[in-house]
């Protein structure tokens, strides 16, 4: 398969899948107690919804691999190696929080639907706050920030047509650690953005493979 179209294809697979994430998951009312709560968190909407957001953060640097290949003989090159390195390790920190959310929580729920559900959303608190985890998840999501500029960058520098087919994805990128501070709404529209970000960055690199990579590689 030639580099450019799986590397089209990886970027809209990420882009659905950041989509799919809000879309999917639950979203009850967690400021108290309740039975819907620990049915939501216990669900297993909650697990896949979480999944498809790690599979889109992982399959980010698995674009941009693709990206930097199609733009190794441009000016674009070093903004995208640096953009590649921190989008791996942003997206590898940032799993770890993911994974204990997306499987701890459920079992915290499960076992709170089972017995006493009382203390059930200080236990979920107490998940998500958990320093280190949270320092750590958010130092990942940083990182992906700063790889999502140093992306527009590199893709304004190599060529693509149009230059600016990397910004808007950038945006997405630096958007998504405080967006998780909005409601439903806002958490949605943002999965709806990085979806057509995505989508904008994957027909600007089959329009550059159509026309010649300027000086990289079309396999």
Sequence with gaps: MR???WTAAVLVGAGVSAMLFPVLRPWPDETRESVGLAAAFASDRWVVSHLLGILALALVPVG????????AATPGRPSLTWALALSWAGAGLAALYYGAETFGIQVIARHAAQGDAS???EQVEALRTHPVAATLFGVGLVLVAVAGVLT???TWRGGLDPRWAGVPLAVALVLVLPQFWGG???????????ALAAALLAVAV?????????GGRAG
């Design 3 to 5: 580099t450019a179209t």
């Design 152 to 154: 527009a960058v590199g």
């Design 184 to 194: 439903p709404g806002v958490r949605v529209a943002h999965g709806v953005l990085v």
């Design 119 to 121: 203390g059930h959303l």
């Design 206 to 214: 089959l329009r550059l493979s159509a026309r010649g990579t300027p």
């Design 64 to 71: 941009l691999l693709g990206l930097r290949r199609l733009l």
